[in-house]
């Protein structure tokens, strides 16, 4: 029951929660890389996501709470950095497909 209410599980749920958003960043990437088209992405929902996790970063730089969690934050805010990298790469590549 301690361990329940103690630091650890509260951590172990967060790293949970950031892994189970995060599983599906590198297939996202992979499939902007090989569509080479930023239709059907939305740039709105990737700023939000990578929003979000600067959030939670900072949360946790704020709170003092620096701990292996905070990896697991900035591991996907570089995955989804690099999405939105190539949603402006794949724009680029529609306009010139489209002129």
Known sequence: ????KGAIMPEL???FMVLSFGVSWPMSILKSYK?????????????????????GITSKLLSGKINYV???YILNFFMVG???????R???????TEA
């Open 13 to 15: 749920f967060e790293v």
């Open 35 to 55: 569509a080479k088209t930023a239709k059907g992405k939305s740039l709105f929902f990737l700023c939000m996501i990578l929003f979000g996790y600067a959030c």
């Open 1 to 4: 029951m301690s361990l329940l």
């Open 82 to 88: 690099i999405d939105l990298i190539l949603y402006f």
């Open 70 to 72: 905070i990896g697991f």
């Open 90 to 96: 794949n724009q680029r590549l529609d306009q010139l």
